[in-house]
């Protein structure tokens, strides 16, 4: 029996699900028998219909004038009727099978979907606004933080289409800061975003490269993008995104999350390719130089562009003990969706060419919400926090 068990077991892992729904139009024929095969088979477990409520939102976003009327169930119940008369309702709308969790969901067909997954936005973003953001292709690479960017992004109803470059799978000590339960570990991180995506949007076209950003893939990449967000811990690609954004003319937004706090940059490429990569912080560098770097000069880097001045007291300290006392540098998954929403907020902005900081926020939970940020001797702190770790790494 426990050999059964093993085996069972151990076979089952090893068995991978497509991270890509299959979209089914039921007056068609085709996907009738497609759905036949997957019945046959087993493989749906758990079947979501609310595609009545569903029109009868979708309704209201288009008649907002008759919402509040006493007659309006009526008057949706007039226009039910004539929608059943033109074809059953399981036969309306697009059917989506999840094979990752064995479901089958009924919706509504892709514009109507949008319009009224997104009618809770209306006007905080305005119609012309929302059509750009849905309608733009996006990249992003690294899924640490970059989860929470794109989850920030698909929720507020933007980027169709979207690129998703992570070489990494999830792990136990990630699931700190990314939005995934324990049935994602050892799951590709491109793989599990795009289900992510796809269960907020299955009429998404997400392109994974679950290999990351690399010298040989980042020009097809780049192909087709109207912005990228660069969550990446790798220093020399990060170098090779600018030369590809620059090429392209199109901004580059990253965060890094700094304890509770996020430090935004913004580059933007598509008014001034000239700029100079990461506004220079890390004074003159090279693909090269970046490459060849050790762990200590990687530190240093990371320090200077990030800036000793602006990090958290805690995280400092933090970074001294790596290998010591701790493993890797801290990060708290409250900055991530910080993070995530900020950047989400740059993009939307970007898009549709809207005023936007050009360079560096600072968004800081501490200095807004610790009453004792700054006093004299907080400031003092830090600054001899600062002032030590510049010391050590000679900067």
């Known amino acids: 029996m426990g050999q059964e068990v093993e085996r069972f077991l151990t076979e089952k892992s090893k068995v991978g699900a497509e991270p890509k729904p299959l979209v089914l139009d039921l007056h068609k024929e085709s996907d009738q028998t497609k759905l036949?095969?997957?019945?046959?088979?087993?493989k749906i477990q758990h079947v979501a219909d609310d595609y009545e409520e569903q029109l009868r939102e979708y309704f209201q976003v288009q008649n907002p004038a008759i919402v509040y009327a006493p007659n309006f169930e009526d008057e949706f119940q007039k226009h039910l009727v004539g929608l059943k008369a033109e074809a059953p309702l399981w036969q309306q709308g697009r059917w989506v099978y999840f094979p990752w969790i064995s479901t089958l969901a009924h919706i509504l067909e892709?514009?109507?979907?949008?319009?009224?997954?997104?009618?809770?936005?209306?006007?905080?973003?305005?119609?012309?606004?929302?059509?750009k953001f849905y309608n733009a292709t996006i990249g992003i690479a690294g899924l640490s933080v970059g989860n929470?960017?794109?989850?920030?992004?698909?929720?507020q109803g933007g980027a169709k289409r979207i690129k998703l470059a992570d070489h990494d799978r999830l792990a136990l000590t990630n699931t700190n800061r990314i939005r995934s339960g324990v049935?994602?570990?050892?799951?590709?991180?491109?793989?599990m975003t795009a289900r992510q995506i796809y269960l907020l949007n299955p009429y998404a076209e997400v392109e994974l490269y679950p290999e990351g950003l690399t010298k040989e893939n980042i020009s097809n990449f780049f192909e087709g993008l109207d912005i990228v967000v660069d969550e990446?811990?790798?220093?020399?690609?990060?170098?090779?995104i600018r030369e590809q954004a620059r090429k392209h003319r199109i901004a580059v937004v990253m965060g890094a999350d700094n304890g509770d706090n996020a430090v935004i940059d913004v580059e933007r490429y598509d008014?001034?390719?000239?700029?100079?990569?990461?506004?220079?912080?890390?004074?003159?560098v090279t693909y090269e130089g970046l490459a060849g770097l050790d762990k200590f000069g990687i530190g240093k880097k990371i320090a200077q562009h990030i800036g000793v001045e602006t990090v958290t007291e805690a995280a400092l300290?933090?970074?001294?003990?790596?290998?010591?006392?701790?493993v890797s540098w801290p990060q708290l998954g409250g900055a991530a969706l910080l993070n995530g929403c900020a950047i989400a907020y740059c993009v939307r902005k970007i898009l549709n060419k809207q005023p936007l900081e050009s360079n560096r926020a600072l968004i800081s939970m501490d200095e807004m919400l610790d009453p004792n940020y700054n006093k004299p001797e907080e400031v003092q702190r830090r600054s001899n926090a600062a002032a030590e770790f510049r010391k050590v790494f000679g900067l």
């Open 110 to 131: 892709d514009e109507a979907f949008q319009l009224v997954r997104t009618a809770r936005n209306r006007n905080l973003i305005t119609q012309e606004e929302q059509e």
């Open 232 to 240: 990446l811990d790798n220093l020399a690609i990060k170098y090779c």
């Open 183 to 191: 049935d994602n570990l050892g799951v590709l991180k491109v793989e």
């Open 148 to 155: 929470s960017v794109v989850l920030a992004i698909v929720l």
């Open 36 to 42: 036949k095969k997957l019945i046959a088979e087993n």
């Open 271 to 284: 008014e001034n390719p000239a700029q100079e990569f990461f506004h220079n912080r890390m004074g003159e």
């Open 317 to 326: 300290s933090s970074f001294l003990q790596i290998g010591k006392t701790v």
